[in-house]
């Protein structure tokens, strides 16, 4: 839940408006990823891998923890894949289940996020 607050945060975007106008205007996946990496601020490139899309960050994805207004904790770390999920299943225009598979707040040297296209997240 605090992930999808902040996506809806006027200060960072919102990026639930962008992902929405986006997800009004495109149908092609590609197209979507592409305007989703011009338009919404993140960490990292999203791209399409197979049958999901990920996304390598090598700084936090977190807005409040890159500009300096909280510490880089685990629970940051959870927020921001709450994000992602807000992000895509407005994007997409369907359930998606976001897999963190590293993450800078756990001690890795990077953030890997995988997007997991018509699932739920649990």
Request: proline share 2%; aromatic share 8%; with cysteine.
């Amino acid at each position: 839940m605090c992930g999808e607050a902040c996506a809806r945060e006027e200060h960072w975007g919102p990026a639930t408006l962008i992902a929405g106008r986006i997800a009004e205007e495109e149908d092609d996946v590609e197209r979507i990823l592409a305007r989703a990496n011009d338009e919404i601020l993140w960490c990292g490139k999203w791209v399409m891998q197979g049958d999901h899309i990920e996304s390598t960050c090598r700084e936090c994805g977190c807005s409040l923890v890159r500009f300096g207004v909280v510490k880089n904790t685990k629970v940051f770390c959870n927020c921001s894949k709450g994000w992602v999920q807000t992000i895509f299943s407005t994007l997409l225009r369907q359930p998606v289940r976001v897999d963190l598979e590293k993450a800078i707040g756990f001690g890795d040297d990077q953030c890997r996020y995988i997007v997991l296209l018509g699932e739920r997240e649990e």
